[in-house]
């Protein structure tokens, strides 16, 4: 079935980074898996997008997809598209995917400690970004790698570039690895649980951190997280992930103000700040937990979980549809909830609210 032609960004123009029915497939000895199953996402110039579900929903794998950094031999790109800049990015040649990377998409994982060297002081990881982006010279690769500890502002940054990995805390091995990121001056930086290895302090700094480049450099931010406060803090636009599909995006306001998807208020549900109705009652975690991809249900991959499953739910698989009147809110589910209120056991979307 077809997909509705744009998500999110600017319909008018080229998005930053446009990603369009993108089918990730896993060829295991146990069989064949499609984790990411056909999702599409956007993220224009200057603007963070959120994508945000639960663990084993396939938000890393979609993230390798993009950059070209999928599992090999068994991981592959096996349908839909990635377009960057009006590029495509699907099916390039390991070379040209080596160039987009770090030039003109950043990224950033989870563990500062994995993603450095621990034999080489930092300093010298950074020259070596700077070097690998661009033909500088020595000295303007270290005065280059200084100004950019400097702007993710790391501490003595001059001093600080002798030292080793270990020597630094966790928040500032991140600041390293963002300079890492930012060396070739990329226009989108994709952060995939930047700071779920920091403690809360060092997060909101990391976080502060990431908004305030974004704004300074005017890049994309695709933010890749499973909590919700974070995106609220973060967001322009969110886009939710449940088992492999995208089941609603809209911007953070409409989403925070009005979710659609059962499982997106179940997500708002647990967050504590939003329950002050029901101050003293347990938090709601959602019961059950996210189908792994070999072991999908029919129709919805939400409804085992949703208390507003239908026998429609079993039977067909929800496609993306927009909610106007914001033609950027779409939700994929047969009873969506309407405005502040408890969703319809009847139809989808009903026709008055389609116009
Ligand atoms: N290398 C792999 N081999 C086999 N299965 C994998 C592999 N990588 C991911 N998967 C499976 O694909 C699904 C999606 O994984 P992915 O890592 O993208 O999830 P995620 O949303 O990033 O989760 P988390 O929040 O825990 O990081 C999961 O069911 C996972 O078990
Ligand atoms: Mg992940």
């Given at each position: 079935m077809p997909l509705p032609?744009?998500?999110?960004?600017?319909?008018t123009a080229t998005p930053l980074l446009a990603v369009r029915s993108l089918q990730v497939t896993l060829t295991l000895p146990d069989g064949t898996i499609?984790?990411?199953?056909?999702i599409d996402l956007a993220v224009d110039e200057g603007e963070t997008l959120c994508l945000v579900g639960e663990s084993g929903c396939g938000k890393s794998l979609a993230a390798l997809a993009i950059l070209g950094l999928?599992?090999?031999?068994?991981?592959?790109?096996s349908d839909g598209s990635v377009r960057f800049r009006g590029a495509?990015?699907?099916?390039?040649s390991e070379a040209r995917l080596r160039k987009v990377r770090g030039r003109e998409i950043g990224l950033i994982f989870q563990e500062p400690q994995s993603a450095?060297?621990?034999?080489?002081k930092v300093g010298a990881q950074v020259m070596e970004a700077v070097r690998a982006h661009g033909g500088s010279s020595r000295a303007e690769a270290r005065a280059k790698a200084r100004a950019l500890l400097a702007e993710v502002g790391l501490p003595a940054p001059e001093e600080r570039m002798?030292?080793?990995?270990?020597?630094?805390s966790g928040g500032m091995r991140q600041r390293v690895c963002i300079a890492i990121a930012l060396a070739g001056d990329p226009r989108l930086l994709i952060a995939d649980e930047?700071?779920?290895?920091?403690?809360v302090t060092v997060q909101a700094q990391i976080l502060g951190l990431l908004a305030d480049l974004r704004c300074k450099r005017g890049m994309g931010l695709l933010l890749i997280t499973h909590d919700l406060a974070l995106v609220a803090q973060m967001a322009d636009r969110v886009a939710v992930m449940y088992a492999g599909r995208i089941v609603e995006t809209g911007s953070v306001t409409e989403l925070f103000a009005a979710p659609r998807h059962p499982y997106t208020r179940g997500l708002l549900d647990?967050?504590?700040?939003?329950?002050t109705d029901r101050a003293g009652e347990p938090l709601r975690a959602i019961a059950g937990t996210v189908p792994s991809p070999d072991k999908l249900p029919s129709g919805c991959r939400f409804r085992d979980r949703?208390?507003?499953?239908?026998a429609k739910c079993a039977a067909v698989d929800p496609e993306p549809t927009p909610i106007p009147p914001a033609s950027e809110h779409l939700v994929a589910c047969h009873h969506p909830f309407r405005r502040g209120s408890e969703p319809r056991g009847?139809?989808?979307?009903d026709e008055k609210e389609r116009e």
């Open positions: 032609s744009t998500i999110g960004a600017d319909s499609r984790p990411v199953d056909h999928l599992p090999r031999p068994y991981g592959s790109i495509e990015l699907a099916g390039e450095l060297n621990p034999v080489i002798h030292a080793y990995p270990h020597e630094l930047p700071t779920t290895a920091l403690d647990s967050l504590p700040d939003r329950r949703c208390a507003w499953a239908t009847d139809a989808a979307i």
